[in-house]
Protein backbone atom coordinates (compact mmCIF):
# COMPACT_ATOMS: atom_id res chain seq x y z
CA UNK A 1 0.00 0.00 0.00
CA UNK A 2 0.96 3.85 -0.55
CA UNK A 3 0.32 6.00 2.25
CA UNK A 4 0.03 9.82 0.91
CA UNK A 5 0.64 13.15 2.95
CA UNK A 6 -0.81 16.49 1.75
CA UNK A 7 -0.45 19.45 3.83
CA UNK A 8 -2.97 22.46 2.49
CA UNK A 9 -4.46 20.49 -0.22
CA UNK A 10 -0.34 19.54 -1.86
CA UNK A 11 0.94 16.29 -1.43
CA UNK A 12 3.35 16.21 0.97
CA UNK A 13 5.12 12.79 0.93
CA UNK A 14 3.87 9.41 -0.76
CA UNK A 15 5.74 6.22 1.29
CA UNK A 16 5.11 2.76 0.10
CA UNK A 17 4.81 0.30 3.04
CA UNK A 18 5.46 -3.52 1.93
CA UNK A 19 3.97 -4.87 5.86
CA UNK A 20 0.36 -3.02 5.53
CA UNK A 21 -0.54 -0.43 7.48
CA UNK A 22 -1.40 -1.70 11.16
CA UNK A 23 -0.38 -5.25 10.46
CA UNK A 24 0.11 -5.55 14.28
CA UNK A 25 -1.70 -4.62 17.89
CA UNK A 26 0.31 -2.03 17.61
CA UNK A 27 -0.94 1.77 18.10
CA UNK A 28 -1.66 4.10 15.45
CA UNK A 29 0.10 7.40 16.28
CA UNK A 30 -0.69 10.55 14.51
CA UNK A 31 2.00 13.42 15.09
CA UNK A 32 4.68 11.17 16.35
CA UNK A 33 6.81 7.78 16.15
CA UNK A 34 8.33 5.51 18.15
CA UNK A 35 10.54 3.10 16.01
CA UNK A 36 13.44 2.69 18.20
CA UNK A 37 13.26 5.97 19.46
CA UNK A 38 10.81 9.31 20.36
CA UNK A 39 10.44 11.83 17.82
CA UNK A 40 7.13 14.31 18.91
CA UNK A 41 5.72 16.58 16.56
CA UNK A 42 5.82 19.82 17.70
CA UNK A 43 2.78 21.97 16.20
CA UNK A 44 -0.78 21.67 15.44
CA UNK A 45 -3.02 18.73 13.97
CA UNK A 46 -6.57 19.93 12.31
CA UNK A 47 -8.92 17.88 10.53
CA UNK A 48 -6.95 14.68 10.46
CA UNK A 49 -9.00 12.04 8.29
CA UNK A 50 -8.10 8.35 8.67
CA UNK A 51 -10.45 5.72 6.20
CA UNK A 52 -9.87 2.28 6.02
CA UNK A 53 -9.95 1.02 2.74
CA UNK A 54 -10.69 3.80 0.51
CA UNK A 55 -8.26 6.16 -0.91
CA UNK A 56 -9.82 10.12 -0.57
CA UNK A 57 -6.76 11.42 -3.03
CA UNK A 58 -3.51 10.76 -4.60
CA UNK A 59 -3.09 14.13 -6.14
CA UNK A 60 -3.17 17.67 -4.98
CA UNK A 61 -6.61 18.98 -4.18
CA UNK A 62 -8.64 22.01 -3.08
CA UNK A 63 -9.43 21.96 0.71
CA UNK A 64 -12.67 21.72 1.87
CA UNK A 65 -13.61 24.45 3.97
CA UNK A 66 -16.14 22.69 6.03
CA UNK A 67 -15.57 20.62 8.85
CA UNK A 68 -15.95 16.27 7.64
CA UNK A 69 -19.38 15.15 8.87
CA UNK A 70 -19.75 12.76 11.24
CA UNK A 71 -21.04 9.82 9.16
Known sequence: SVIHGFLNGKKSLSVSETNGILAS???LEIGATNTGGSWPFHGYIDEVRVTKGVCRHTQD???????????
Open 25 to 27: DAT
Open 61 to 71: FVPNLNEHPNS
